[in-house]
């Protein structure tokens, strides 16, 4: 259980309805919706993914975050992999903005910020990454177009050879429908499907070779 101490600041988003910045015993964590969407939490959350794709021992240069929110993944990015180049990708400028105020986001180094919407941005893209994190959420809820066959091949295509791509699902009974399905578009655009469940979420990741 986690006991709320403050609630440090309160916004309402076009794009995330309301969000706020609460600090509990545990640390300063970015809820939107109900859901933790930055802070130790979802740090706990993505440190478990990231150290298994750093024991397989690619070669981690060039990374792509979508969905950057308040920047907690990128700071786990920058201590696993110090010399990489970061582009995290948000469309809502007011989490971005939060993350800067009362995370560590303007602290992280090698880090280009795109305020954009994801799944417009990347058919645009024409270079490739090594590692990228797909960690998009309305509240609880993935948006549809960034479950797309069409769009994952698309992150596929943005791999460079033996990159990994890294989503982030929340796992619980009322999602399971979903997971499966995400489950099973990943295995027929993936070869290689691995997953990990820290917390109450379930973390794909998903090899190009």
């Given at each position: 259980?986690?006991?709320?101490?403050?609630?440090?600041e309160e916004v309402n988003s076009p794009i995330n309805g309301?969000?706020?910045?609460?600090?509990?015993?545990?640390?300063?964590?970015?809820?939107?919706?109900?859901?933790?969407?930055?802070?130790?939490?979802?740090?706990?959350?993505?440190?478990?993914?990231?150290?298994?794709?750093?024991?397989?021992?690619?070669?981690?240069?060039?990374?792509?975050?979508?969905?950057?929110?308040?920047?907690?993944?990128?700071?786990?990015?920058?201590?696993?992999?110090?010399?990489?180049?970061?582009?995290?990708?948000?469309?809502?400028?007011?989490?971005?903005?939060?993350?800067?105020?009362?995370?560590?986001?303007?602290?992280?180094?090698?880090?280009?910020?795109?305020?954009?919407?994801?799944?417009?941005?990347?058919?645009?893209?024409?270079?490739?990454?090594?590692?990228?994190?797909?960690?998009?959420?309305?509240?609880?809820?993935?948006?549809?177009?960034?479950?797309?066959?069409?769009?994952?091949?698309?992150?596929?295509?943005?791999?460079?050879?033996?990159?990994?791509?890294?989503?982030?699902?929340?796992?619980?009974?009322?999602?399971?429908?979903?997971?499966?399905?995400?489950?099973?578009?990943?295995?027929?655009?993936?070869?290689?499907?691995?997953?990990?469940?820290?917390?109450?979420?379930?973390?794909?990741?998903?090899?190009?070779?």
């Amino acid at each position: 259980m986690f006991k709320l101490i403050k609630i440090l600041e309160e916004v309402n988003s076009p794009i995330n309805g309301k969000i706020q910045v609460v600090r509990t015993l545990e640390g300063t964590r970015i809820l939107a919706g109900g859901l933790s969407q930055s802070g130790w939490l979802v740090k706990k959350v993505w440190d478990t993914a990231l150290k298994k794709v750093k024991k397989s021992g690619n070669d981690i240069s060039q990374v792509l975050i979508l969905g950057l929110g308040g920047g907690s993944a990128a700071e786990l990015v920058q201590k696993y992999w110090p010399n990489s180049k970061i582009v995290g990708v948000d469309v809502d400028p007011l989490m971005i903005n939060l993350g800067k105020k009362y995370l560590s986001l303007h602290e992280v180094k090698n880090l280009k910020i795109v305020e954009a919407d994801a799944e417009k941005w990347v058919k645009k893209q024409q270079g490739s990454f090594d590692l990228i994190l797909i960690d998009i959420y309305t509240g609880y809820h993935t948006p549809d177009k960034f479950k797309t066959t069409k769009f994952l091949k698309t992150i596929k295509d943005l791999l460079s050879s033996g990159g990994v791509a890294v989503f982030n699902h929340v796992d619980s009974p009322s999602r399971i429908t979903d997971k499966y399905q995400l489950e099973s578009k990943l295995s027929r655009v993936f070869p290689v499907l691995k997953s990990v469940t820290p917390e109450a979420n379930i973390i794909f990741l998903c090899f190009k070779e």
